[in-house]
């Protein structure tokens, strides 16, 4: 069994800086990527950044330059550092975490987190 949770969004204005945490818990062995998305209401979810262990970082273009990945595997977690925070970035924002849950290749798996709420208003 494995759960990730997202935390760190809420209410901020246009300028502001948020940072989202993603926390896989359960059987996981060790983490393989992270993702993060977003749905704003009315739109498709869309991909906002990933982190690949030994293959780099990969940003939509509405978020170069403001936003940074990571991903820390001692702690199971992703991070999503979010500066000059604009009223377009409102949305919900999922983690994706892709993980071994054995020390076996082919023992791998996907997971989704809940969501987080971030908000972007004066």
């Known amino acids: 069994q494995v759960h990730v949770v997202e935390s760190g969004g809420g209410l901020v204005q246009p300028g502001g800086s948020l940072t989202l945490s993603c926390a896989a818990s359960?059987?996981?062995?060790?983490?393989?990527?992270v993702g993060w998305y977003r749905q704003a209401p009315g739109h498709q979810r869309e991909l906002v950044a990933t982190?690949?262990?030994?293959?780099?970082?990969n940003y939509a273009d509405s978020v170069k330059g403001r936003f940074t990945i990571s991903m820390d595997n001692a702690s199971k977690t992703g991070y999503l550092q979010m500066n000059s925070l604009r009223p377009e970035d409102t949305a919900v924002y999922y983690c994706?975490?892709?993980?071994?849950?054995?020390?076996?290749?082919?023992?791998?798996?996907?997971?989704w987190g809940q969501g987080t709420q971030v908000t972007v208003s004066s």
């Open positions: 994706n975490v892709m993980a071994y849950t054995s020390s076996r290749v082919q023992d791998w798996g996907t997971y």
């Open positions: 359960g059987s996981i062995f060790r983490l393989v990527a």
């Open positions: 982190i690949n262990a030994g293959h780099g970082t």
